[in-house]
């Protein structure tokens, strides 16, 4: 205001870039008005040798910084009932009170407010007054859909432009979805806490990023996206999920493999026949070939660190198995039948036609039967060997 009156029209301005005219802050207990709005600086006051009844002494916060932008509070009901109410004054009549000091400043800021519906109803409040003021609610919800929650991802996951050269096949990016989808129905899981979208974009870049690891490691020039990589996922699912009692009794880690093994479940019927179902088909169990194979005594490992040509060589092995695939999908391309050849292998295990085990870095897949004689192995070394 003093440049204006000094200068004028000859007053220099600059441009505000929009990133410059948001401004955020997470409301905790311990923020003050002071922060938002203001307060008397002495060593302000003593530097212009000002006295504490001139207005130049009070050091603004950051509301009043932010005239003309958009000022968003997240967490609104952790923020202490006398703040609520300073911002109810500023909102309703434009009025400012520092220390004695009452200011009408015409600000024009667009407030945007935050809160968990779980938060303003039981553990905080927002203060009647100011919640009246508050001129539009808008009330979020999950993606309804795997396509919409897809987008969400793509748009929001940070890639590298190499990490984006690796193949993610459409079934893996809807299997990443569903467990964000199965987590939400799960009974292990705090269903007040929610499970955001931060879960998918999280568990999208860990698993383009194991592909990558194995990628550099074998010193190959491209890879695609396995379901053996979806070990790495599960440190993304275990640290944006909070588990209720019976969650914590079964571990953070096996309850990340619940979902992903639900997520496989609930997949494997849009590709494949229903294995309970086709036991009973006048048509002939088409999946009896590769479980006869397991039924012999043959087991298969699938560590996320095979070469593509290892990886190929062990899915080959399973008899039945590159037959079956053609049989339901004869114009996939050769590493998406590699794909759902291991997608095979995950289904039949959901559907407790054959057994898996949770490797370090992998997945293990033997006959349902024989892995009920192991009578000497505890729960944690059969699912985690």
Do not use: C
């Not at 002071?34 to 504490?52: E, H, N, Q, R, S």
């Not at 432009?161 to 939400?184: H, S, Y």
């Not at 705090?190 to 931060?198: F, I, L, M």
């Not at 399973?318 to 037959?323: K, N, S, T």
């Amino acid at each position: 205001m003093d440049l204006i009156e000094k200068n004028g029209d000859n007053t220099q301005i600059s441009w505000q870039h929009r990133s410059e005219r948001y401004t955020e802050k997470l409301a905790t207990p311990d923020v003050t008005v002071a922060d938002l709005i203001g307060d008397v600086d002495p060593i302000k006051a003593a530097t212009l040798k000002l006295t504490y009844n001139d207005e130049r002494v009070i050091h603004f916060g950051l509301i009043p910084r932010a005239h003309r932008s958009i000022f968003v509070i997240n967490e609104l009901p952790d923020l202490q009932a006398r703040i609520q109410v300073a911002l109810f004054n500023m909102l309703q009549e434009k009025d400012i009170q520092i220390r004695g000091f009452k200011l009408r400043l015409p600000l024009d800021v667009q407030f945007v407010f935050t809160a968990n519906p779980e938060d303003y109803t039981n553990r905080g409040s927002i203060v009647t007054p100011l919640k009246d003021r508050i001129e539009s609610q808008i009330l979020t919800h999950y993606p309804k859909t795997i396509s919409i929650s897809r987008k969400i991802t793509f748009q929001e996951a940070r890639l590298t432009e190499e990490q984006k050269l690796i193949e993610v096949d459409g079934l893996v990016k809807d299997l990443v979805e569903q467990v964000a989808f199965e987590a939400r129905k799960s009974e292990f899981i705090d269903q007040k806490s929610g499970v955001s979208a931060r879960l998918t974009i999280s568990a999208y870049e860990n698993l383009i990023s194991t592909a990558e690891r194995r990628m550099l490691i074998n010193r190959e020039k491209s890879t695609f996206v396995r379901l053996s990589d979806l070990t790495g996922i599960i440190p993304a699912v275990t640290g944006k999920i909070e588990l209720v009692y019976e969650g914590e009794l079964e571990g953070p880690a096996k309850v990340a493999n619940t979902l992903i093994g639900k997520a496989i479940k609930t997949l494997f019927s849009k590709y494949f026949p229903d294995p309970e179902l086709a036991k009973k088909s006048k048509k002939g169990n088409p999946y009896q070939i590769v479980t006869d194979w397991f039924t012999e005594g043959n087991t298969l490992d699938l560590s996320d660190a095979l070469t593509a040509s290892q990886y190929k060589k062990e899915l080959m092995l399973v008899g039945g198995l590159y037959d079956l695939v053609k049989k339901f999908h004869p114009k996939l391309s050769a590493n998406q039948t590699l794909l759902l050849m291991e997608f095979v292998l995950h289904g039949l295990a959901e559907y407790s036609q054959l057994n898996k085990n949770f490797l370090e870095g992998g997945f293990g897949f033997s006959d349902m039967f024989d892995s009920l004689f192991n009578v000497d192995l505890d729960d944690d070394d059969i699912d985690y060997k």
